[in-house]
């Protein structure tokens, strides 16, 4: 009685088979067909072609692997620069421990962690002796620690990491589709994108506010030099077609970027440079933060409601981890600002709330699916990381909404 359904079965796994078997023949046979030219011909034809093939199977296995592999990868990359410990707002004099008596000098670290200069123990201006909280070090200021993780993300992404977007393989696609339009070897590049993106919103603001006094003294060139060239177009390669001729690659202009911002740093540790640690500055930059990530979230949005493919989404994966790397900028540049404005912060009560946007961006990096899905959001079969990504970026965006709010009264 069971033997017809036996039968039924037998046949449609049989013709299951014959399909999946004319797919993969489909796929084989150009290879196929080459192969069996390449073996009828002379070794005058075969030596050149085998060494193309070779070289393409080592360039292939070079960018496979730089895909692959995510070198210094780790979320808590901001602990490395015990912020905590800091005593200064970014810009300001540094202050050393108590004076020696009259005539003696004293040695000690500055809160940068660079070597405080001499002092003399002299009486400050007006005949005041220095308090015993300590005295500032003649031409030693603090450095800024945005910067310092500005110019640190930048050589995560070009010194630590190969920079994906602009390499050839990279660029040829897949069979002259592109990269981000399959669900392989994407991910590391969309996760740079959105470092990327961080830093240049972050060194914009730099120029426009934090790196000059109410936006009335002169714009300082290093800055205005690692702004220009973090903007630069992210797919640049060695040749160009449009433009025709050689080029400087990405890597190498943002590279340079890197330099200016820590030429920057290096002028306003002596005092030849400066940061404006201000409210104002303060509201400003996270107002620009706030809708950067907004921009994200509007695009996750859109993603997750409109495109409910699961684990077919192909462009889900660009989606999240661009959002993931723009994050993972963030968090360790408002981790800075969170030191860098420290006063500030502290005295319009903004700590609690502060250390809790950090916290939620950290929380943020703890989603690091194998394989994204962006399944419906009321489905119980495929997980949706879209939307719980967006829902990480809403509660950072509405915290720092809530504290520009409350330092614009």
């Known amino acids: 009685m069971l033997d017809p359904i036996a039968a039924f079965f037998q046949r449609v796994f049989a013709a299951i088979g014959r399909g999946i078997g004319l797919a993969i023949s489909w796929l084989l046979w150009p290879f196929i067909a080459a192969a069996n030219w390449y073996r009828q011909r002379g070794w005058l034809i075969k030596g050149p072609i085998g060494i193309v093939l070779i070289g393409l199977v080592a360039l292939y296995g070079y960018f496979i692997w730089q895909t692959q592999v995510w070198s210094n990868f780790n979320i808590d990359y901001v602990?490395?620069?015990?912020?905590?410990?800091?005593?200064?707002?970014?810009?300001?004099?540094?202050?050393?421990?108590?004076?020696?008596?009259?005539?003696?000098?004293?040695?000690?670290?500055?809160?940068?962690?660079?070597?405080?200069?001499?002092?003399?123990?002299?009486?400050?201006?007006?005949?005041?002796?220095?308090?015993?909280?300590?005295?500032?070090?003649?031409?030693?200021?603090?450095?800024?620690?945005?910067?310092?993780?500005?110019?640190?993300?930048?050589?995560?992404?070009?010194?630590?990491?190969?920079?994906?977007?602009?390499?050839?393989?990279?660029?040829?696609?897949?069979?002259?589709?592109?990269?981000?339009d399959t669900p392989w070897l994407d991910n590391k590049a969309s996760f740079q994108r959105g470092i990327n993106q961080a830093v240049r919103r972050t060194t914009v603001e730099l120029v426009d506010s934090l790196g000059r006094v109410r936006g009335t003294s002169g714009i300082n060139n290093d800055l205005q030099l690692a702004r220009g060239n973090i903007q630069f177009d992210e797919e640049t390669w060695y040749f160009s077609l449009s433009p025709f001729g050689p080029r400087t690659p990405t890597p190498s202009i943002y590279r340079a970027a890197a330099r200016d911002l820590r030429k920057f740093n290096a002028s306003l540790e002596t005092c030849s440079a400066t940061f404006d640690a201000r409210s104002d500055n303060?509201?400003?930059?996270?107002?620009?933060?706030?809708?950067?990530?907004?921009?994200?979230?509007?695009?996750?949005?859109?993603?997750?409601?409109?495109?409910?493919?699961?684990?077919?989404?192909?462009?889900?994966?660009?989606?999240?981890?661009?959002?993931?790397?723009?994050?993972?900028?963030?968090?360790?540049?408002?981790?800075?600002?969170?030191?860098?404005?420290?006063?500030?912060?502290?005295?319009?009560?903004?700590?609690?709330?502060?250390?809790e946007t950090l916290r939620q961006l950290r929380s943020a990096l703890n989603i690091q699916p194998v394989i994204i899905s962006n399944g419906r959001e009321d489905g119980w079969i495929m997980p949706t990381h879209l939307a719980t990504m967006g829902f990480y970026i809403l509660r950072v965006r509405s915290n720092l909404v809530e504290m520009r709010d409350i330092l614009a009264r």
């Open 282 to 355: 303060l509201v400003e930059f996270l107002d620009r933060i706030a809708n950067d990530i907004g921009n994200t979230s509007a695009i996750i949005r859109e993603r997750s409601e409109f495109h409910n493919g699961g684990w077919f989404d192909l462009r889900a994966d660009d989606r999240f981890w661009f959002a993931f790397g723009q994050l993972y900028g963030y968090y360790g540049i408002l981790s800075a600002a969170g030191a860098d404005f420290d006063s500030v912060i502290a005295q319009r009560g903004l700590t609690q709330i502060w250390t």
């Open 79 to 180: 602990n490395a620069y015990n912020l905590a410990a800091r005593k200064n707002d970014a810009g300001l004099p540094v202050r050393t421990p108590a004076a020696a008596p009259s005539g003696q000098t004293t040695d000690g670290q500055a809160g940068s962690g660079q070597p405080a200069t001499e002092t003399t123990g002299q009486p400050a201006s007006g005949g005041v002796a220095p308090a015993a909280s300590g005295q500032t070090a003649a031409n030693v200021c603090e450095r800024s620690a945005i910067v310092d993780v500005t110019a640190d993300l930048i050589d995560f992404n070009v010194n630590q990491n190969a920079w994906i977007s602009s390499m050839l393989l990279y660029k040829l696609g897949l069979f002259g589709i592109d990269w981000d």
